[in-house]
């Protein structure tokens, strides 16, 4: 049965489009040098389904496969401005150039950009990342007081850049592992924490807070609490803002929510998975410390057991054994390492692996889900689709979702879900791919 077409009013994306970062380290970087790079016309845009991506419309027979930006009405990338906040007070350019991700060449070909663009300073607490400090933060008696900070920082740069809408986007450190306390549960216990320096409130949800509380839409690209905690899902919810998260999917989770999905379709056992990284970049670092870690590794583990459904298939998944390590290694800097070793069983129970070699760089990975979470929440934003933007769920380790659902983590399941979310919004058929419509079974 076809999903009834809805037509929804989608206001056209005028004027310009602000991007606001907490966070301006290696992935931001290379994103903004990547950005002025595809606006000067020097590279196509690699990765990013919002601007390669095709769309199919309708019948396979009749050949509509248009680009996604064709067809759905998103935000020119001439019309993005870009600002941003982080603890060391070095420019786009010195930032970019310490993260190593790029080649000087490139880098310098946008240098102009990149020096223009100065980080305001940030709403930091070590507690929450240890292996970090710098002196570029902010200094008031309550979160409360930075909270007004980052209110009078997000005026002054929509008055700069006449920006008519904008979009935050978490690109920072990951924060430590923390479980919900009371003053996550509702949002005047939020709003009392904040000017009383609750101690479980992290800088990750001051930047939160501000944002919904100013009605811009919010992104998680980290694996910690943020938006997931009752008190803004409520601010979410009663200002009517689209939120997404979490935590960026790139290297060892997306090999695996390639691979695993396909291990299940051919109902192929696992006896385990292991899987280590090494990597020497900021987040490597900042990973280091076991609190943090502990935030990527419950966002690493839920992966399998959701793409496998262990309840339903105990034969073949019930005591997979998946470990995931994370070792910091500077010499490698950002060019990360994902090396997995899977043992799997399949007919007569004869067992076999799979070895999986990953040598990738994280943030050339993460930068162009960073553009497409961008042009598709405010997107959503403007087709008046508040709060968990679950179709978003193929750029993240975690999505979130509503309460009464499990997260769906088969990489295929959630570019179905988001594409067939496109074609709702503009008012085109869903995709079923069933088919049985080209041939004649049943005349």
Not at 261 to 289: M, Q
Not at 360 to 377: E, G, N, Q, W
Not at 388 to 414: C, G, N, R
Request: charged share 25%; glycine share 8%; net charge neutral.
């Amino acid at each position: 049965m076809q999903t009834e077409r809805k037509k929804i009013t989608i206001a056209q994306p005028t004027g310009k489009l602000g991007i606001l970062i907490p966070g301006m380290g290696a992935v931001t970087t290379t994103f903004l040098a990547g950005l002025e790079s595809l606006r000067r016309g020097l590279y196509p845009p690699y990765g990013s389904l919002a601007q390669m991506g095709h769309i199919r419309l309708g019948r396979r027979d009749l050949g509509r496969q248009p680009r996604i930006k064709d067809v759905v009405p998103l935000a020119r990338l001439e019309d993005i401005e870009c600002a941003g906040w982080d603890v060391f007070p070095d420019n786009c350019y010195q930032a970019a150039q310490k993260a190593g991700v790029l080649t000087p060449e490139q880098i310098e070909t946008v240098k102009d950009y990149l020096c223009a663009i100065q980080p305001m300073p940030a709403v930091f607490d070590r507690r929450f990342v240890k292996k970090l400090d710098g002196p570029n933060v902010k200094r008031g008696k309550t979160l409360w007081d930075k909270h007004l900070m980052l209110e009078e920082d997000i005026a002054e740069f929509r008055a700069r850049t006449k920006a008519q809408r904008l979009v935050m986007i978490w690109c920072g450190s990951t924060e430590a592992y923390q479980t919900l306390s009371s003053v996550h549960e509702t949002l005047e216990a939020f709003e009392h924490g904040l000017k009383n320096n609750d101690p479980a409130i992290s800088p990750s949800m001051v930047y939160a807070y501000t944002a919904l509380k100013n009605r811009i839409p919010y992104i998680n690209g980290a694996p910690h609490f943020t938006t997931d905690i009752p008190a803004l899902l409520e601010l979410a919810h009663l200002n009517g803002v689209p939120i997404a998260g979490k935590d960026f999917k790139t290297g060892q989770t997306l090999m695996k929510t390639i691979i695993a999905p396909g291990l299940k379709a051919r109902l192929l056992g696992i006896d385990g998975w292991f899987s280590t990284n090494i990597l020497g970049n900021r987040d490597g670092e900042v990973l280091e410390d076991p609190e943090s870690f502990k935030s990527k590794e419950v966002s690493k583990l839920s992966v399998l057991d959701t793409i496998l459904q262990p309840e339903l298939y105990p034969e073949l998944y019930r005591n997979i054994n998946h470990i995931v390590r994370i070792n910091y290694y500077p010499p490698r800097g950002d060019n990360k390492e994902g090396w997995d070793n899977i043992d799997i069983f399949g007919w007569m129970g004869r067992r076999m692996q799979i070895k999986i070699n990953f040598l990738c760089r994280d943030s050339i990975l993460a930068a162009p889900l960073v553009l497409d979470l961008i042009l598709f929440t405010d997107l959503a934003q403007r087709a008046n689709m508040p709060g968990i933007q679950e179709w978003l769920s193929f750029y993240f380790k975690s999505p979130m979702t509503a309460p009464s659902v499990y997260p769906e983590h088969d990489l295929f399941i959630q570019l179905t879900k988001l594409k067939n979310t496109l074609r709702y919004i503009i008012g085109e058929e869903m995709i079923t791919h069933l088919g049985i419509e080209y041939y004649h079974y049943f005349e």
